[in-house]
C-alpha cells in the first residue's frame, strides 16, 4: 500500500473513531482551549481581568481562613472587612472546596477545562439528541460555544471563570441536558434526577451571575422551541428551581440586610453613562459591538434561515433569542435605568441586562441550524429531509470553513494569552513571590493588614499568601468604607477627574489607583503622600506597603528583599525580562509602616461632629497622635455626658482570640474610653462586656466602636448577621 492510501485509510479509521466517539472532540478540543492554563504548572497562565485580581486569591484566601477558622460569616479578607455572603461568595461550593486540596493552579486550570468540554459536548448533544441536527453542525455547535468565553468574540460576556463555575452559564447546556432526561424517565426517578440537576446548580454557579437569568431562559428552551408543556415539565421545573431558590435563602436574606448600607446602594442612576441620551448611545454601541464581534456566526445562521424561508419555527425562535440576548438587553438598559430603578432603592445598583451572557449559547445553536439547513434540497420535518451529494458536500465545505475560522481563532486567543503572561498574567509571578511568602511566614501574634500601589499589581495578589487587605476589589462592602477610602485617595482625585470618576461612579475597586496619565511610568520613585493619605492608611492597621516601584515617606521603611541578588534576564532585551519575572520571580518593594495604629486601640477623647461630611473632612486632616488618641464620632453616636467622662491615664488590651467572626479581648482601663476596633462597621456587630450586652457604634466615620466605663474587663465582639439561623 501507497504512503498516501495509508494517510488516507488513517484519516478514514479517524473519522470513523471521531463519529462514533464524539466526546473525544470535545475532550481534545478542551485541552486545547485550555493548555496554557495547566500544563506550565504553577507557571500557567490565568487571567487577570475579573480573575486573577478577585475571585482567584479570594478563593486562596477562603480556604485558609476556613481550615484555620472553620465556617464563617464576615470576609475580612479585603476593604477592612464586609458581609461574606452578601459579597456573593459562598464556602460550600465544589470549585471553593478544590482550593482546600489541591494548588490553586491546579484548580483553576482544571475549572476551565471542564468549563470547556461541558460547553461543547453538552450543547452538540441538545443539537444532536433533542434539535435532531445532522452530525457534522451539531459538533460545530459544540466547538462554537466551547470557544466563546472570548473577549474576541462577546467583549462583556467574557465573564469570570470562577464566578461562573461549573454549572453556571457554560454549564447552562449540561443543566439543559439533565432536565431533557428528567423529562424522558419514567416516574420517580425524573423527579430525583431534576432534584440532584438543581442542587448540582445550587452548589455550583453565581446566584447573582448566572441563576437569574438562566432560570427564564430555560423556559424559553422548553416551551418556545422544545413545546414541552406537560405537567411533567412543569413539576420538574418546579422541583429544579425551587432547590435553587430555597438555598439560596440565606444569600438573598444577606444581600437585602446589607445592600442598603452599601456603596451599590449610592450609586448614582447613570454615573458613567452621563445621562439617558449617553446611556442609550452606550447600550446601541454594545449591541453593534455584539454583531461586529459574532459577524461570521450571524451570518451563517442567517443563510441557513433565509435558505428555507424562515420555515422552521424553533430555528427562529433561537435567532430571536439571539438577538434578544446580544442587543435588545443592553438596549433596554437605558430605559431600566431611568424609569425603574429610582423606584427599587438599593436593586438599582443590579444588573438587570446580564441576559447578554447568554447570548453565546444560543449563537452556538444557531450556526448549528445554519450548517444543517444551508443548501438543503427539500425540507420536511427537521431531520427528514433528502440529502443529495451536492447538499452533503455543500455541508462539509460549509462546515470546514467554520472548523478553519475556529482554529484560527484560537490561534489568536493563544498569542494574545502569550503576550499577557509576558505581561506578567501568571500564577507564580504573582502568588508565589519570594518576598510576599517570607512576609506570610513571619509568625505575628496581632493582626495587621496590608495595601498595595496599584500600578502593574492589584491588592487581590496580597489575599492569596493570607494577608487581610485594607483595599481590594469586592462587589458590595460599606458605603461608610467608601467614603472613608474617598479620604484616604483624596490627595490623587482632586486632581484626577478620571479615576474620580471611576471610584465614585462604580467604586468596586478599593485601590491606590495609579494617576490616569500614566505618569507612574515615567517615576524612578513615587513621593506617597503626594497621591495617598498615610495616616488615614495608618489608622486601618495597614503595616505593610506592597509597590512595584520605590515609595518616598518617612515613616515607610524598606524591608530588605528575599530575591537572590544575582536574579537576572535571560538574556537581553523585554521579553527577555518578562520570561526570567515569570520563572523566578518579580521584585516588589515592600514597605513596613511605622505609624501603624494597632488593630484595637483605646481613645480617650472624641471630637463629635454633626455630619459624616465634616467628621470625613477632619479626620483626613488630623495628625497621627489624634488619630490615636481621639475617637471621631457622629452626634447621634454617643451622648455628651458620656463624651465628657471619657479620660485615663493608663490602658491596654490583650488579645485572647481573634477570627474572622469573634474577637475576645481582654481590657484593663484606669477611667472611661473607647475601644476601637478597625473592622468595618456593621449593624451587625455585637458586643458583650462580662456578659452583658454593649452598643457597638460607627467610629472614625467607618470602624467599630465600643465606650468602656473603665476598670479590667472581658470584651467579646461577634458578627451575628440576620441570616445565620437559616445557614
Not at 107 to 124: D, S
Not at 132 to 150: E, F, H, M, N, Q
Not at 239 to 250: D, Q
Not at 407 to 413: D, N, T
Amino acid at each position: 500500500m501507497s504512503f498516501s492510501k495509508h494517510i488516507k485509510c488513517g484519516l478514514n479509521r479517524a473519522l470513523i473513531f471521531f463519529a462514533y466517539n464524539p466526546s473525544a472532540i470535545f475532550l481534545i478540543w478542551a485541552l486545547w482551549l485550555t493548555s496554557e492554563y495547566v500544563l506550565l504548572g504553577p507557571f500557567s497562565y490565568i487571567r487577570i481581568h475579573d480573575e486573577g485580581d478577585s475571585f482567584l486569591p479570594m478563593m486562596m484566601k477562603q480556604a485558609l481562613d476556613f481550615s484555620g477558622n472553620g465556617f464563617y460569616y464576615w470576609l475580612s479578607y479585603a476593604a477592612c472587612g464586609t458581609d461574606r455572603l452578601a459579597a456573593g461568595y459562598k464556602i460550600l461550593e465544589i470549585d471553593s472546596l478544590l482550593f482546600l486540596l489541591f494548588p490553586g493552579w491546579l484548580v483553576y486550570g482544571t475549572i476551565t477545562f471542564v468549563q470547556r468540554f461541558i460547553a461543547g459536548y453538552f450543547t452538540y448533544r441538545l443539537c444532536r439528541d433533542y434539535l435532531c441536527l445532522d452530525l457534522y453542525p451539531s459538533i460545530l455547535a459544540g466547538l462554537v460555544y466551547a470557544i466563546s468565553y472570548s473577549s474576541l468574540l462577546y467583549g462583556d460576556a467574557h465573564h469570570s471563570i470562577l464566578a461562573d463555575q461549573i454549572f453556571g452559564i457554560m454549564g447552562f447546556p449540561l443543566v439543559l441536558w439533565l432536565l431533557e432526561r428528567s423529562i424522558e424517565r419514567p416516574g420517580r426517578s425524573g423527579y430525583l434526577l431534576a432534584a440532584m440537576a438543581g442542587a448540582a446548580v445550587l452548589f455550583s454557579s453565581s446566584f447573582a451571575v448566572s441563576i437569574p437569568f438562566a432560570l427564564p431562559m430555560i423556559l424559553v428552551w422548553f416551551i418556545l422551541i422544545r413545546r414541552q408543556g406537560s405537567w411533567k415539565f412543569l413539576i420538574i421545573y418546579s422541583i429544579f428551581s425551587s432547590i435553587i431558590l430555597l438555598g439560596n435563602v440565606p444569600l438573598i436574606l444577606a444581600f437585602i440586610a446589607n445592600a442598603p448600607l452599601s456603596h451599590r446602594a449610592h450609586w448614582p442612576l447613570f454615573g458613567v453613562l452621563g445621562g439617558f441620551d449617553s446611556g442609550l448611545a452606550t447600550s446601541i454601541s454594545s449591541g453593534s459591538s455584539f454583531i461586529r464581534r459574532n459577524s461570521i456566526y450571524l451570518l451563517v445562521g442567517l443563510a441557513g434561515l433565509l435558505w428555507i424561508r424562515f420555515n422552521d419555527r424553533r430555528y427562529l425562535i433561537v435567532t430571536c433569542t439571539v438577538i434578544f440576548c446580544g442587543t435588545i438587553a443592553s438596549l433596554v438598559k437605558p430605559f431600566w435605568t431611568y424609569f425603574v430603578a429610582p423606584h427599587i432603592g438599593f436593586f438599582s445598583g443590579y444588573q438587570f441586562d446580564r441576559f447578554y451572557l447568554l447570548a453565546p449559547f444560543f449563537a452556538a445553536l444557531m450556526v448549528g441550524f445554519g450548517l444543517h439547513f444551508f443548501m438543503r434540497e427539500k425540507t420536511g420535518p427537521l431531520g427528514e429531509s433528502n440529502r443529495p451529494k451536492r447538499r452533503v458536500k455543500a455541508q462539509t465545505i460549509s462546515c470546514l470553513m467554520v472548523l478553519l475560522f475556529l482554529f484560527s481563532l484560537s490561534g489568536v486567543i493563544k498569542v494574545q494569552h502569550a503576550e499577557q503572561w509576558l505581561g506578567g498574567d501568571s500564577y507564580a509571578i504573582n502568588y508565589e513571590n519570594p518576598d510576599l511568602d517570607h512576609l506570610s511566614r513571619i509568625e505575628d501574634h496581632q493582626p495587621y493588614r496590608v495595601a498595595t500601589v496599584a500600578h502593574g499589581l492589584h491588592p487581590g495578589f496580597a489575599n492569596a499568601y493570607g494577608f487581610e487587605s485594607v483595599d481590594g476589589y469586592v462587589t458590595l462592602y460599606s458605603f461608610r468604607y467608601q467614603n472613608f477610602w474617598d479620604e484616604v485617595i483624596k490627595p490623587l482625585t482632586s486632581n484626577d477627574s478620571e479615576i474620580f470618576n471611576y471610584f465614585h461612579n462604580w467604586g468596586n475597586r478599593i485601590y491606590l489607583f495609579e494617576p490616569s496619565d500614566g505618569v507612574f511610568d515615567y517615576k524612578d520613585n513615587i513621593t506617597f503622600s503626594d497621591y495617598y493619605n498615610l495616616n488615614l492608611l495608618s489608622l486601618a492597621n495597614t503595616r505593610y506597603i506592597i509597590s512595584l516601584k520605590p515609595l518616598i515617606n518617612d515613616n515607610l521603611t524598606l524591608l530588605p528583599s528575599q530575591m537572590p541578588s544575582n536574579v537576572a534576564g535571560l538574556g537581553q532585551g523585554r521579553i527577555a525580562q518578562e520570561v526570567a519575572d515569570n520563572l523566578q520571580g518579580r521584585r516588589l518593594y515592600i514597605y513596613r509602616n511605622d505609624a501603624c495604629l494597632p488593630r484595637f486601640f483605646l481613645a480617650n477623647g472624641a471630637q463629635v461632629f454633626e455630619n459624616s461630611s465634616d467628621l470625613l473632612d477632619s479626620l483626613s486632616h488630623a495628625d497621627l497622635e489624634t488619630l490615636q488618641n481621639f475617637a471621631f464620632l457622629e452626634a447621634q453616636s454617643i451622648r455628651k455626658t458620656d463624651a465628657d467622662r471619657l479620660g485615663f491615664k493608663h490602658g491596654n488590651i490583650t488579645l485572647r482570640e481573634y477570627s474572622p467572626d469573634r474577637i475576645h479581648l481582654g481590657v484593663n482601663s484606669t477611667g472611661s474610653a473607647i475601644l476601637i476596633i478597625t473592622n468595618s462597621y456593621s449593624p451587625y456587630w455585637k458586643c458583650r462586656i462580662g456578659g452583658a450586652a454593649c452598643p457597638v457604634f460607627p467610629v472614625d466615620g467607618t470602624f467599630c466602636g465600643v465606650y468602656l466605663n473603665g476598670g479590667e474587663m472581658d470584651v467579646t465582639l461577634e458578627y451575628q448577621p440576620p441570616y445565620r439561623s437559616f445557614y
